[in-house]
């Protein structure tokens, strides 16, 4: 057996010596491979490498060792959930967790074997098999305990936990935070505003998700000793006489016996003779010499009433976090905070400008959580109490918001850029008071809203006339694109008795929308054709109707320059997959194109899809599925 491989290697080697002498003149005439001096320098390769999937850089780091000291660090950027399913993960990310600036860690649910069908087995019931191991939390705390000097954005979704855990990671540098709690939890436990800003000082923005309750210690630990009221607040006058439109808190009404005859409620300033009686000292409006006005804003929005050393130490502490935070944007979904509660947060989120209040309705999460009286009184005092809010969404279905809370609303914040009410009875009064008030508003959300006929058509003059506008959201709203007002009886306003014909329809003003989301009434080319006039359309979601892709010609043909999109949402006919075709038109001419989703249509051909995908080496799109 030697001598035979033996025999096989010389006369492999005989082979590839015998070479015609015109063969070797044509390999020496070739010219030879000049690699650019650019791929040298680091920094230019660190700017390629920006532009490349995960994939595309595993490959690059494979390439040699000074390219694989440049791009393996890369690879540990943006760590995902599943990356800490594999073996070798935890070692690796050791060695590099300095370069990490994402990371994405989901606990996925244990869930438990399906039943049988058959009735014998619930009679002769065999032990139940093993559930899979739950993803502990010491993993991601392990991988942690390295330094993240670069750690800026980290996002954990916990399953039947208590949310205060997450807050003790060592990664203080994050400026991205987003707590995910699923499941029902036997206690909701509670989550304070102090710790969050202790664990994380450097907050810009903050997401919570679940059911626990968020609040604050000063709140919390007078709860009961004391009854709060917010009056209306007080307007501040500047120096020429007109009324800011920051508005001041008058103090809380305290009832009588709560504190003995002759105390003063501690941080009440001025409640004895003098021209500052009844106004309270706040150092995010009103200048201040001294550290006591600090306090005393604090204390007047928790009405405390000790002045022990114990709520001395707390107030301090407050005011510091106070003048140290961050946080500009606030998104609660699911979490249980009162009123009051919210009004007490302001004294920690003095730069606060975006506010998203949401209550999602998903199968294992349909509990109602907030209750709230909507009360004049008290959106006055959240203006008070959140001067520069310019971004604004609520979504309660459970409760829908009536039209004259929106119109307070409205009124109480000029200076929104963003209105968001879902669910709610935002109409004709309401869109007139956003035109007056709001005139910088340029994001626009109604989705799922109880609209009335005079509504759409004072809607469609809106978007007929509105040209600032760059995303509108109406879910759940169709308009028509194929009849002329006097064929379409849903265009009809005011009643038999006083109808009015709406205008023929126009097109819309709002030329440099990015996002989109609604329905249309008309064939696949009309609406296809009533979408080329948003080039710059970045998400587009047409809810209705089921579309037709092909010929591509007819329909997606006049999306031509639209090469913005990176999200595409629509409903496909029954029964019918999508071509091959439509697929490489929007992979020539979608170069940005991350997460396509089709509604309906051929399920089954899903993975044929997404293998289209991968052989134009488009990896990073990601294809949805799902039945409608």
């Known amino acids: 057996s030697l001598l035979r491989k033996t025999k096989d290697w010389s006369s492999a080697n005989s082979n590839t010596s015998r070479i015609s002498p015109k063969d070797r003149k044509n390999k020496a005439k070739r010219p030879p491979q000049i690699v650019s001096p650019a791929l040298i320098i680091p920094e230019v390769v660190l700017s390629i490498a920006s532009f490349l999937n995960r994939s595309t850089l595993a490959r690059c780091a494979r390439v040699c060792k000074h390219w694989n000291s440049i791009f393996q660090p890369l690879l540990f950027r943006y760590i995902e959930s599943a990356d800490f399913d594999r073996p070798d993960f935890a070692h ?14 989901i606990q996925e649910p244990i869930r438990p074997p399906s039943p049988k069908k058959h009735a014998w087995h619930k009679i002769f019931r065999r032990r139940a098999d093993k559930p899979p191991a739950q993803k502990q939390f010491e993993q991601l705390k392990q991988s942690l305990a390295g330094e993240t000097p670069a750690l800026k954005t980290l996002s954990v979704r ?36 102090e710790d969050i800003l202790d664990s ?18 000063l709140v919390h630990s007078n709860q009961g000793s004391e009854s709060t009221i917010y009056p209306p607040p007080a307007l501040v006058m ?47 409006v009103m200048p201040s010499s001294s550290s006591s006005s600090s306090t005393s804003s604090l204390s007047a929005i928790s009405t ?27 998104k609660l979904r699911l979490v249980d905070v009162s009123q009051e509660g919210l009004l007490a947060l302001s004294a ?45 969404r609520l979504a309660i279905p459970f409760d829908v918001i009536k039209e004259d809370t929106i119109v307070e609303i409205l009124k109480a914040f000029p200076n929104l850029t963003t209105v968001g009410f879902r669910n709610s009875h935002f109409g004709q009064r309401a869109l007139k008071t956003m035109q007056e008030c709001c005139k910088n508003v340029d994001c626009f ?31 759940g709203m169709i308009f028509h694109l194929d009849r002329s007002a006097e064929e379409d009886d849903d265009m009809v306003v005011g009643g038999p008795n006083h109808s009015v014909s709406q205008p023929q329809v126009l097109p819309w003003a709002c030329t440099k929308l990015e996002k989109l989301v609604c329905g249309f009434q008309g064939t696949d080319s009309a609406v296809f054709q009533f979408l080329s006039r948003f080039p710059l359309l970045e998400n587009l979601t047409v809810t209705y109707p089921s579309l037709k892709l092909s010929p591509v010609e007819s329909t997606l043909g006049w999306l031509a320059k639209s090469n913005n999109i990176r999200y595409f949402w629509f409903s496909q006919y029954r029964n019918l997959p999508m071509d091959k075709s439509s697929i490489q038109w929007m992979l020539t001419h979608w170069p940005n194109l991350k997460t396509l989703h089709v509604a309906g249509g051929g399920v089954v051909k899903r993975k044929v899809i997404r293998q289209m995908f991968k052989d134009a080496q488009r990896l990073s799109v990601h294809v949805e599925y799902d039945r409608m």
């Open 92 to 105: 690796a990310f050791q060695e590099h967790s300095r370069f990490a600036t994402s990371i994405k860690w």
């Open 158 to 193: 916990i399953q039947n936990q208590d949310p205060n855990i997450i807050l003790r990671l060592p990664a203080c540098t994050v400026v991205n935070l987003q707590i995910s709690s699923r499941g029902y939890p036997a206690k909701k436990p509670k989550v304070y505003m």
């Open 200 to 217: 994380y000082p450097h907050l810009v923005n903050l997401t919570l998700e679940g059911l626990f309750t968020l609040t604050t210690r």
């Open 238 to 284: 500047n120096d020429q006489g007109d009324n800011v439109a920051t508005l001041l808190p008058m103090p809380p009404t305290v009832t009588s016996n709560a504190h003995p005859s002759g105390s003063t409620p501690a941080g009440v300033i001025g409640s004895g003779s003098g021209s500052g009686e009844g106004v309270l000292s706040d150092p995010a």
């Open 304 to 330: 405390t009433s000790s002045t022990g050393s114990t709520s001395s130490t707390t107030r301090a502490k407050a005011a510091n976090i106070r003048t140290t935070s961050s946080i500009e944007t606030l």
């Open 348 to 392: 920690f989120l003095p730069r606060l400008e975006s506010l998203l209040i949401e209550e999602f309705l998903v199968p294992d999460m349909m509990i109602k959580i907030y209750r709230w009286n909507w009360s004049t009184e008290f959106i006055h005092s959240l203006k008070a109490s959140f001067p520069h809010l310019r971004i604004l």
């Open 445 to 475: 959300d109604i989705s799922f809203g109880f609209s009335s006929r005079e509504f759409k058509h004072d809607l469609l003059l809106f978007l007929q006339a509105n040209t600032s506008l760059r995303e509108f959201e109406a879910d």
